[in-house]
């Protein structure tokens, strides 16, 4: 592509450097913002600059925050005895929106993938096991991806911690809430049998 | 969605501003921000002010340039007498890509729709005029899309200048190259024959 002008052409190339969006799509995006009032691009400028620049994440948990304890952990209504394992804060925003967990998180950054070169290291297990060491965790619920790079990252933490003593869960796998059978995967559905619940404790939900 | 960071919640809706990005795309652009080194972020968003504040729209011909009077314009080796009326700049970026037009241009900023709420005058065809009335263009060419509206706007500018010494012609309309003619649109074909070339000619591109 040929540029007119050398500031179009860097605004291009840096917005084609994100996931998923190309340089036609970027030179779509610039040119929109071109015909936009001039303070939305300044601000959407300012807001990247001051999120890249300031964002901290928690020392507790890993989960992005303002502070240097999340409001989260710093919370007195949480149950800091039960811990949420989870891969990024997407997860955590999701499992905060259901309203049904009042204990802390623990953001790994991501799982062990040896084919993406990411090993045990690159994730915050280090910092988990020594809260575990630590004595007050009564639980860990693993609520990682159910794939084999989350059962890989799940088995390592666990294998880490057993000799403490602390109970480990993980999510329950089975079929959605409204799913018809006949569209469930085999596996999903297999293991929805063989995880059957008492039906008593059904009604309760 | 809840964001437990207000700075991460402020980029996350300014990038869903832009067209074609919602909530989710924005989040997951903006964490794939935080995973890349600082200053990729923030040379995009430098990039972003630096084009918004400092870009210029070419004098002449409304095309974005960095400086008043953009390239195509000022050069010496372009024919000042031929001019390629487009729709905006990815028109012009297009058309250059070809090497096959060596006049100017001039850029309407959009085309006349009023479904959209665009007027005549929300587009540079008053400039346009102007430059016509001035005598020296010989040759108007319109480039604009094969669409109501482009017709529209097409027939209006030439209505404002019929009573001047330009030719105006159309771009052609026909079957592209490479293409077979069993999957063209009938109105394409139909018009294809109707404004057929004689053979000759045809020989010589």
Known sequence: MEFSSKLLERAVNEMSQLPGIGKRTALRLVLHMLRQPKEQTLALSESLHA?????????????????E????????????????????????MAIESTSSFKGLYHVLGGKISPMDGIGPHDLTIDSLVEK???GVIKELIFALSSTMEGDTTNFYIYKQIQDYNVVTSTIARGISVGDELE?????????????????ESALKL
């Not at 890993?62 to 502070?67: A, E, F, P």
């Not at 304890?69 to 955590?92: F, L, P, Q, T």
């Not at 569209?183 to 039906?199: C, H, K, M």
């Open 51 to 67: 999120m890249r620049n300031d964002v901290k994440f928690c020392k507790s948990c890993n989960n992005i925050s303002d502070v």
């Open 69 to 92: 304890i999340c409001e989260i952990c710093s919370s007195a209504n949480r149950n800091e005895e039960i811990i949420c394992v989870v891969e990024d804060i997407r997860d955590v």
């Open 132 to 134: 575990v060491k630590k």
């Open 183 to 199: 569209y469930a995967d085999e596996i999903t559905l297999g293991r929805s049998i063989v995880n059957r619940i008492p039906f």
